[in-house]
């Protein structure tokens, strides 16, 4: 969000869809802040590594995910974001979901807070984000721009989570014997 934001500051003079929609992105940088060292913590609270976690390299599934984003607000237009944040917005965990991957997984609850907070906050963002939507001059170039990013958003997300490898990451014997067939 934030190379978003900063894009539209750049094309703001001359594109009124870059100003119309730098606020949203101005507005939850702060929100979206260190979810992923709340994340790294929960790992950590699942006996793994930060340190390690960070030295895997990421595999060309999640480069895919994050890459197009950035390839297409600095070569294209950051409205594009919008249909990345819409698919990861748009459907958050319920309770319940949460429950059951804490209970399949025998990881400690303290795991899954980054997940519990997310879905306990993006229903309402995904309100903000089609109002927001709906609020923008989109024309049709800019409503098909954003589809192709939900549908981009889509397929490598699907793709990067076919790809996990708990196994990679889980070293622990105790771990490994607890959560893991």
């Known amino acids: 969000m934030q190379c978003a934001l900063r894009r539209c500051e750049e094309l703001g003079p001359i594109d009124r869809l870059a100003r119309e929609v730098a606020p949203y ?6 929100e979206e802040r260190d979810h992923d060292h709340w994340t790294l913590e929960d790992l950590a609270s ?17 480069a895919q995910l994050a ?15 919008m249909g990345y944040i819409a698919v990861l917005e748009a459907f958050p965990p319920t309770k319940e979901q949460v ?11 303290s795991a899954f807070r980054t997940l519990r907070m997310h879905g306990e906050l993006d229903p309402t963002h995904s309100i903000e984000i089609d109002d927001t939507l709906n609020a923008l001059p989109l024309s049709r170039m800019d409503n ?19 790809a996990l490898r708990p196994r990679d990451l889980m070293k622990s014997d105790a771990i490994r014997s607890s959560v893991l067939p």
């Open 25 to 30: 992105y101005r507005r939850h940088i702060d």
């Open 46 to 62: 699942a006996g793994l590594d930060p340190k390690e976690v960070l030295s895997i390299i990421p595999p060309p599934d999640v």
């Open 67 to 81: 890459g197009a984003q950035y390839y297409w607000i600095h070569h294209h237009h950051p409205i594009m974001l």
């Open 99 to 109: 429950d059951t991957i804490r209970d399949a997984s025998g990881l400690p609850e």
């Open 144 to 162: 098909e721009m954003i589809g192709l990013s939900v549908l981009q958003t889509c397929e490598s997300l699907a793709e990067s989570v076919q």
